[in-house]
C-alpha cells in the first residue's frame, strides 16, 4: 500500500528558516498536504500542492515537490514560537476512491 | 472550506460501552472519513462514510467494531463499540469534494476506563 515517510524531529532557533521533508511512494498520487496540529488540537490545513506543480509559495511557506523522486518539502521562513507543533505531509491518491495517507509526522521545536 | 463541528470534544468512557460520536458539515460533500490517531501516533483511516451505501472500511477495522452512519450529504456518525483501554485515541472526521481540499472537524479524545 502506499507509505508516507518522515523525519520525527526537527529543532530551530527562532527566525531561521525551517524545512521539513516528507517522502511517499503512490505515483498517482493527485494532491499534497501539509497539516499542523497544536497539542490537543484537531488537524489544521496549511497548504496543499497539485501533483503537476514544482512549487507553491503562501506568504512564509513554500512547498516544493519533485515529483520524480516523490519528495516534497515544507519551508518556513522566519521560524516563530507559535509554529513549534507537529507537522503532518499528506498525499491523496488518484482515481474513484481518492485515499489520503498521512506521514508519521514532524514535531517542530522553535527555540527562542 | 467547509466548518465540520465534530462532537462530543472529548469523553471519558467505561470499558465494554460504546460511543457515537457526530460529524455535521456546513455544507453537503461527497466524501465524508473517519481517521483515528492513537497517542504520539500519526492518523489512520477507518472508513469512508457513503451516503446511502455501507462504509468502506480499511484493513483491521470491522464494522461491528466501528459502525457507521451517513444519513445525508452533510452528516456522519462513528461509533466505537465494546470499549477497551486500547479504542483511548482521538478521532477526527475529515470531508472532501472530489480533487479538492480535505477538512478535519476539531477531534473527539476519547479515554477509556
Known amino acids: 500500500g502506499e507509505d508516507v515517510e518522515q523525519s520525527l524531529f526537527l529543532s530551530v532557533r527562532e527566525g531561521d528558516s525551517s524545512v521539513i521533508n516528507c517522502t511517499y511512494t503512490?505515483?498517482?498520487?493527485?494532491?499534497l498536504y501539509w497539516y499542523k496540529q497544536e497539542p490537543g488540537a484537531g488537524l489544521q490545513l496549511l497548504t496543499y500542492?497539485?501533483?503537476?506543480?514544482d512549487m507553491k509559495q503562501d506568504q512564509r511557506l513554500t512547498v516544493l515537490l519533485n515529483k520524480k523522486d516523490k519528495h516534497l518539502s515544507l519551508r518556513i521562513a522566519d521560524t516563530q514560537t507559535g509554529d513549534s507543533a507537529i507537522y503532518f505531509c499528506?498525499?491523496?491518491?488518484?482515481?474513484?476512491?481518492?485515499?489520503?495517507?498521512f506521514g508519521t509526522g514532524t514535531k517542530l521545536q522553535v527555540i527562542p | 472550506s467547509a466548518v465540520i463541528s465534530q462532537k462530543p470534544s472529548r469523553d471519558i468512557c467505561q470499558r465494554g460501552t460504546s460511543l457515537t460520536i457526530q460529524c455535521q458539515v456546513d455544507?453537503?460533500?461527497?466524501?465524508m472519513f473517519w481517521y483515528r490517531q492513537q497517542p504520539g501516533q500519526s492518523l489512520t483511516l477507518i472508513a469512508t462514510a457513503n451516503q446511502g451505501s455501507e462504509a468502506t472500511y480499511e484493513s483491521g477495522f470491522v464494522i461491528d467494531k466501528f459502525p457507521i452512519s451517513r444519513p445525508n450529504l452533510t452528516f456522519s456518525t462513528l461509533t466505537v463499540s465494546n470499549l477497551s483501554p486500547e479504542d483511548s485515541s482521538i478521532y477526527l472526521c475529515?470531508?472532501?469534494?472530489?480533487?479538492?481540499?480535505?477538512?478535519f472537524g476539531s477531534g473527539t479524545q476519547l479515554s477509556v476506563l
Open positions: 499528506a498525499e491523496r491518491s488518484g482515481g474513484g476512491y481518492q485515499k489520503v495517507t
Open positions: 500542492i497539485f501533483s503537476n506543480m
Open positions: 455544507s453537503q460533500v461527497t466524501m
Open positions: 475529515s470531508v472532501a469534494n472530489p480533487n479538492e481540499k480535505l477538512f
Open positions: 503512490d505515483s498517482s498520487s493527485t494532491y
